[in-house]
Nanobody
């Protein structure tokens, strides 16, 4: 089994910054893609950004130029640097990882979520 633990959420004013972290632990041989998703009240969960094991990234149009995803493969950790935050970025942010633990195939894991609130 694999656990993903997120940290770094909180309350920030519009225009401010936050950095989210997500550390994976457990039975891990290799982590393929890692990513961040978010879910605002009354809305579906949506992709924010993903990063492959080799560093290729994909961003939602709404966060391009403001958010940066990165990872430390030695620490099995993914980060999300969020700058120029807007009230519409308010949501619960979830970490996701595609992990191969030695079985027949990799599996998809989710963190418990961390609340990000952008408000004055």
């Amino acid at each position: 089994q694999v656990q993903l633990v997120e940290s770094g959420g909180g309350l920030v004013q519009p225009g401010g910054s936050l950095r989210l972290s997500c550390a994976a632990s457990g039975t891990i041989v290799v982590i393929y893609a890692m990513g961040w998703y978010r879910q605002a009240p009354g809305k579906q969960r949506e992709l924010v950004a993903t990063i492959t094991s080799t560093g290729s990234t994909v961003y939602a149009d709404s966060v391009k130029g403001r958010f940066t995803i990165s990872r430390d493969n030695a620490k099995n950790t993914v980060y999300l640097q969020m700058n120029s935050l807007k009230p519409e970025d308010t949501a619960v942010y979830y970490c996701n990882a595609d992990v191969y633990g030695g079985g027949r195939r990799s599996a998809d894991y989710w963190g418990q979520g961390t609340q990000v609130t952008v408000s004055s």
